[in-house]
């Protein structure tokens, strides 16, 4: 299996790939239009800022290849804020994949960033969680977040319950870090490949 990581200006990378090694999967990291197009699998991770990870795809002319991709696509974290049509975090027009526009958490009870780990509920055939429990906790590091939309597939509840995954056609995505949370991220991460 060919599976392409895409190379922007986000980090934790080498997260992806530690949890890639784990399982035995070779990979490339990679920004390069003909090698992501021709891989069976491309995972989107990321944390940063939306408008200057934008700025990075819209430069490599990646913000139009991915909306175009065939194969199953895994986004995590910024990378699913990044495929919504518009973020809060700098006024940033994304990619479109999802219908959604990311907003950001208010609240003067409780911490923003939401940091650490909390509970994720699947919606419908989910099947990202398939041999998960109904309910499991996996790790999330964010200020922005997707609301409850048709394409959410995960619920979390922080602030408010927002979509803690979503999913269109071939398009997954997660606002947790699936490579970090445990063994339940690792499924995540197994199912998807998988598919």
Request: glycine share 6%.
């Amino acid at each position: 299996m060919k599976i392409a990581i895409i190379k922007y200006n986000a980090g934790n990378v080498a997260s992806v790939m530690y949890a890639l090694d784990r399982i035995g999967m070779n990979y490339s990291w990679t920004d390069e239009e003909e090698e992501i197009r021709t891989a069976d699998k491309v995972i989107f991770p990321g944390v940063g800022e939306a408008s200057t990870a934008m700025a990075y795809l819209r430069e490599k002319q990646l913000d139009r290849l991915i909306p175009t991709l065939k194969q199953p696509v895994l986004a995590t974290c910024i990378g699913m804020q990044l495929l919504c049509k518009h973020s809060e975090e700098n006024d940033t027009t994304c990619m479109g994949v999802f219908d959604v526009a990311i907003k950001r958490f208010q609240s003067t009870d409780l911490k923003i960033p939401h940091v650490g780990w909390n509970s994720i509920e699947a919606q419908g055939q989910n099947p990202l969680m398939k041999g998960l429990k109904a309910s499991e906790y996996v790790y999330f590091v964010h200020s922005y977040y997707a609301p409850l939309n048709p394409y959410t597939s995960a619920i979390c509840d922080y602030v408010q319950p927002f979509s803690a995954m979503l999913q269109k056609d071939n398009f997954y995505a997660a606002q947790f870090h699936a490579e970090i949370s445990g063994q339940a991220g690792q499924r995540v991460i197994e199912n998807f490949l998988a598919l």
